[in-house]
């Protein structure tokens, strides 16, 4: 009897304790916020070892003639299906690439093949062909920084913009109702990423923007805003999936490219702004990828 009444109090303490968690749950203390699911996902992709994205990049452009005030509207989209791993890093990208417009005069396709590897020095090697053509290999700059934001890849790219968002993702709003991404349940965090970040991973990628004709100092970066959409797997806490509206900044670079490359040329007097340019990317069979083989044909291009 002696041993029940000993008892009691730690049990009366359970009790108390338990009541408190219920209660506070229901009060939504321990539910998830953006702050805690974000500070969990950077945490995990670290410890990614390999994933499959896909990457839709869908953009409506409009073209004018400024001296006579006449116009047309293309539409580009290029959807890539990747895989990658992270040791060896490699990666594989099958791209349909197309572009509508000017009535039924313009309707182009082209398919991109794609692998990059790392090599043990830190250089990137890429192995292309377009349309099923002849293979042609690139070999990069050695990095020292150890892993590359980019690595020469969209989906990639992305994940290092997810790393890199640090403090600005926890400051996101976190949508009350779950949705469904890749057949899973997912949070959805609506957060609006600045110009300064974005330079940054642009500087960190490496993406060499100055041979594309895009002069990046000269883009006033504190107007840049992205609003974004990152959702995030509930039983995993790893990336779902993430869309940017990219609208803002792709027109910047459209202005820096026209004033720098196209002064002077036939193109001189031709103005470019996107009407509508999103990036949305999708991520899924995490560490279930074990090799990614690239072809002999790729290997031995020139």
Known sequence: MGFFKKMRIPAAV???AAALAFICYGCGLFKPTAASLTTKMLKNVSDVKSAEAVVNIDSDLQVKLKSIEVGTDLHLNAVSDIEMTREPQRTKSDTTASFTGIGQLLDLKI??????????????????????????????????????????????GLFGMIREAG??????KLKEETTTVNGK??????????????????GKADLKLD????????IDWDSVSI??????????????????????LGSLFLGSLLEKEIQGTMMDGVDME??????????DKYNEIEEIEIPREALEAQ
């Open 14 to 16: 359970i009790a108390v």
């Open 111 to 156: 398919e991109l093949e794609q692998y990059t590897e790392k090599t043990e020095d830190g250089a990137t090697i890429t192995y292309e062909r377009t349309d099923g053509g002849q293979w042609k290999k690139t070999i990069g700059e050695k990095q020292d920084s150890g892993e590359a934001v980019a690595e020469g890849n969209p989906a990639l």
């Open 167 to 172: 403090d600005n993702l926890k400051d996101a």
């Open 185 to 202: 349940e997912a949070y959805e965090i609506d957060v609006i990423l600045n110009g300064a970040l974005v330079k940054e991973v642009i």
């Open 211 to 218: 041979k594309a004709g895009i002069d990046v100092d000269s």
């Open 227 to 248: 609003p974004t959409q990152l959702y995030i797997y509930k039983d995993s806490s790893l990336p779902a999936r993430v869309k940017l509206e990219c609208t803002e």
């Open 274 to 283: 996107f009407r509508s340019f999103t990036v949305d990317a999708s991520f």
